[in-house]
């Protein structure tokens, strides 16, 4: 079971972190990934761990900062210099067996969250 929280309501350039914690059965192995999906648009790729490797959206790339901590099994994003782009649902996936092609697709994901909203002001 994942939990995120840390949305809020946050001003264009200002930052702001996302945890998201994993209860259950984890390991250090899982994949474990960020997505956000905006009113109107499809689901889409943000952020995640795989494996030891971090991978990012360009779009995020050099703002955004995903984190783990394995002890507290919770993973973070924070989100810096934010943009009124970045407004969406944030949700947390896992996954025990994720190959590398398709950490970017959130279809692939099989445990998730509820999401927190991330609302930015301009």
């Known amino acids: 079971q994942l939990q995120a929280f840390g949305g809020g309501l946050v001003q264009a350039g200002g930052s702001l972190r996302l945890s998201c914690a994993a209860s259950g059965r984890t390991s250090s192995s899982y994949s474990l990934g960020w997505f956000r999906q905006a009113p109107g648009k499809d689901r889409e790729f943000v952020a995640a761990?795989?494996?030891?490797?971090?991978y990012y959206a360009d779009s995020v790339k050099g703002r955004f900062a995903i984190s783990r901590d394995n002890v507290k099994n919770t993973v973070y994003l924070q989100m810096n210099n934010v943009k009124p782009e970045d407004a969406a649902v944030y949700y947390c996936?896992?996954?025990?067996?994720?190959?590398?092609?398709?950490?970017?697709?959130?279809?692939?994901?099989?445990?998730w969250g509820h999401g927190t909203q991330v609302t930015v002001s301009s």
């Open positions: 996936a896992a996954d025990s067996s994720l190959i590398l092609s398709s950490v970017r697709l959130w279809e692939q994901w099989h445990y």
């Open positions: 761990f795989w494996r030891t490797r971090t």
